[in-house]
């Protein structure tokens, strides 16, 4: 019977493998390169033939065209029951790894690490199930690399020629498998024995993850026999935290649970989170146990210009009549004039935001001064916090915004506002109408209560707002 088992096609960087030149990661947790082979029966390659030199087993290596970017990877069942033979050529800087599991995973893979143990690196032997599904992967910096060696390959098929004695690696127990105990009927009855009292065993603990300030990770724990599980934080001293101490700790932090309070998912993570570790508290049977710490490592933004890049780029194209992917466009003027940037912090969480706005104005008026639009970073990723037109615009004050705005000429709001978290809040304001003249505080006149002021006090806070605008010192976008 023809054995075809293609090892998944992955990770980094899209490399012609018969490019010259090509490289190849340093073997190192983080991104995956995953080669594509192909066993075939009644190969005449003379380099094929079996380790074992029976002649039984003679995979063909059947070199990937190409190397992909990006996490996730292709897997396969196993068909039949037999002992199989995985096997590593000219890898000498590819570490393979290879994970059985019992059922097809459906989380993100790259957290097939967290969630089963390596059943082999590199070459080994091992007898598989019918039904099991095998995961085969490479952990590997992206960022360093070396010559990728000639022929660097992996494959893996049944060994009609091996025996049990051949057998080098045997696949770890499954953490979410139960084993039912069948009842053997015997010819009289017996007594009935007393039931095992249950136990609180971990069997997943949840492992560190590395990434950079603003980013996401999850974290995954489980346990038999457990009623409840609660994640809890670990800071920097080994002080323990709840989750709500933990966002309160660092501002913006974001944190889901999800299956049942198995898995952890932290977002929007600040540098302040750094050495900081999560675990999780199991009870159940009368007992309380803590997983192992799963240290959180945050990598700083060094170059926060760089971050924005894409807001930059939708800037530019604007001006030329490209994509407005961030929905830039307004009845402000853009062509003509000299547009800039500022970073600052505005709220303390360690994530400088970025506000735009005109260099050089021309009239001497507040319009000289307007942000034209704010940006911040959530997971990473630049999300707009706001976009002034002409008759609802926003200026910087040093530390907050005024926002003004205006349905015509007897309808007007000044508003201060406050920033944090990737949003405005307004602290307080004035309006007027038909009507007359009015003063709100925490909100605007559409979310809050307005107490009736006369025209005097009105215009003394419009002259107050005023005065409080700032000019951004600006960095010109090109």
Same mark, same amino acid.
């Given at each position: 019977? &023809?054995?075809?088992?293609?090892?998944?096609?992955?990770?980094?960087?899209?490399?012609? $493998?018969?490019?010259?030149?090509?490289?190849?990661?340093?073997?190192?947790?983080?991104?995956?390169?995953? %080669?594509?082979?192909?066993?075939?029966?009644?190969?005449?390659?003379?380099?094929?033939?079996?380790?074992?030199?029976?002649?039984?087993? !003679?995979?063909?290596?059947? %070199?990937?065209?190409?190397?992909?970017?990006?996490?996730?990877?292709?897997? !396969?069942?196993? %068909?039949?029951?037999?002992?199989?033979?995985? /096997?590593?050529?000219?890898?000498?800087?590819?570490?393979?790894?290879?994970?059985?599991?019992?059922?097809?995973?459906?989380?993100?893979?790259?957290?097939?690490? !967290?969630?089963?143990?390596?059943?082999?690196?590199?070459?080994?032997?091992?007898?598989?199930?019918?039904?099991?599904?095998?995961?085969?992967?490479?952990?590997?910096?992206?960022? *360093?690399?070396?010559?990728?060696?000639?022929?660097?390959?992996?494959?893996?098929? $049944?060994?009609?020629?091996?025996?049990?004695? #051949?057998? /080098?690696?045997?696949?770890?127990?499954?953490?979410?498998?139960?084993?039912?105990?069948?009842?053997?009927?015997?010819?009289?009855?017996?007594?009935?024995?007393?039931?095992?009292?249950?136990?609180?065993?971990?069997? &997943?603990?949840?492992?560190?993850?590395?990434?950079?300030?603003?980013?996401?990770?999850?974290?995954?724990?489980?346990?038999?026999?457990?009623?409840?599980?609660?994640?809890?934080?670990?800071?920097?001293?080994?002080?323990?935290?709840?989750?709500?101490?933990?966002?309160?700790?660092?501002? =913006?932090?974001?944190?889901?649970?999800?299956?049942?309070?198995?898995?952890?998912?932290?977002?929007?993570?600040?540098?302040?989170?750094?050495?900081?570790?999560?675990?999780?508290?199991?009870?159940?049977?009368?007992?309380?146990?803590?997983?192992?710490?799963?240290?959180?490592?945050?990598?700083?933004?060094?170059?926060?210009?760089?971050?924005?890049? @894409?807001?930059?780029?939708?800037?530019?194209?604007?001006?030329?009549?490209?994509?407005?992917?961030?929905?830039?466009?307004?009845?402000?003027? %853009?062509?003509?004039?000299?547009? =800039?940037?500022?970073?600052? #912090?505005?709220?303390?969480? =360690?994530?400088?935001?970025?506000?735009?706005? !005109?260099?050089?104005?021309?009239?001497?008026?507040?319009?000289?001064?307007?942000?034209?639009?704010?940006?911040?970073? #959530?997971?990473?990723?630049?999300?707009?916090?706001? &976009?002034?037109?002409?008759?609802?615009?926003?200026?910087?004050?040093?530390?907050?915004?005024?926002?003004?705005?205006?349905?015509?000429? @007897?309808?007007?709001? +000044?508003?201060?506002?406050?920033?944090?978290?990737?949003?405005?809040?307004?602290?307080?304001?004035?309006?007027?109408?038909?009507?007359?003249?009015?003063?709100? *505080?925490?909100?605007?006149?559409?979310?809050?209560?307005?107490?009736?002021?006369?025209?005097?006090? +009105?215009?003394?806070?419009?002259? *107050?707002?005023?005065?409080?605008?700032?000019?951004?010192?600006?960095?010109?976008?090109?």
């Amino acid at each position: 019977m &023809k054995i075809r088992a293609t090892v998944a096609l992955i990770l980094t960087a899209m490399l012609l $493998l018969s490019a010259c030149g090509n490289t190849v990661p340093v073997p190192d947790d983080g991104y995956d390169i995953v %080669l594509v082979t192909e066993p075939v029966e009644n190969s005449s390659d003379p380099g094929t033939q079996s380790p074992a030199g029976t002649g039984a087993w !003679q995979p063909t290596v059947v %070199l990937a065209d190409e190397l992909f970017s990006g996490y996730g990877f292709r897997h !396969q069942q196993c %068909l039949e029951s037999g002992i199989y033979r995985f /096997t590593e050529s000219n890898s000498a800087n590819v570490k393979w790894k290879v994970y059985i599991l019992d059922r097809e995973f459906t989380d993100a893979e790259r957290y097939i690490p !967290q969630a089963y143990s390596c059943a082999l690196e590199g070459n080994g032997v091992i007898r598989l199930e019918k039904g099991t599904w095998v995961y085969i992967y490479c952990p590997c910096n992206e960022w *360093t690399g070396a010559e990728a060696p000639e022929g660097c390959a992996y494959s893996w098929g $049944l060994d009609p020629a091996a025996t049990a004695a #051949d057998i /080098t690696a045997t696949v770890p127990p499954f953490a979410q498998q139960t084993q039912e105990t069948v009842p053997v009927s015997t010819p009289a009855p017996e007594p009935t024995p007393a039931p095992t009292p249950k136990m609180l065993t971990i069997t &997943k603990h949840p492992t560190g993850e590395s990434f950079t300030q603003g980013g996401q990770a999850w974290f995954i724990a489980r346990a038999d026999n457990a009623d409840s599980i609660t994640w809890e934080f670990l800071d920097a001293t080994g002080a323990a935290n709840s989750v709500e101490e933990a966002k309160a700790k660092n501002p =913006g932090l974001t944190v889901d649970i999800y299956d049942g309070g198995e898995s952890l998912c932290i977002g929007n993570v600040p540098i302040s989170m750094n050495n900081w570790s999560a675990r999780a508290r199991f009870t159940g049977a009368g007992s309380t146990l803590y997983s192992n710490p799963a240290r959180i490592t945050v990598t700083a933004i060094t170059d926060f210009r760089t971050a924005y890049t @894409s807001v930059f780029e939708n800037y530019l194209a604007l001006v030329g009549g490209g994509t407005d992917t961030y929905d830039l466009a307004t009845d402000l003027t %853009l062509n003509g004039i000299l547009l =800039g940037y500022f970073l600052k #912090d505005l709220d303390g969480d =360690g994530t400088q935001e970025i506000l735009f706005g !005109q260099i050089g104005g021309t009239t001497g008026t507040l319009w000289d001064h307007i942000v034209y639009s704010v940006f911040t970073l #959530d997971n990473g990723k630049p999300v707009k916090v706001f &976009k002034s037109s002409a008759r609802d615009r926003l200026y910087f004050t040093g530390t907050g915004f005024i926002r003004e705005g205006s349905s015509g000429a @007897s309808e007007s709001d +000044f508003y201060s506002c406050s920033y944090a978290k990737g949003a405005l809040t307004v602290s307080e304001g004035v309006y007027n109408t038909a009507e007359g003249y009015f003063y709100v *505080t925490g909100g605007d006149r559409n979310s809050a209560a307005a107490t009736p002021i006369s025209s005097d006090t +009105f215009n003394a806070a419009v002259v *107050t707002f005023e005065s409080s605008i700032t000019a951004m010192t600006l960095t010109p976008i090109v």
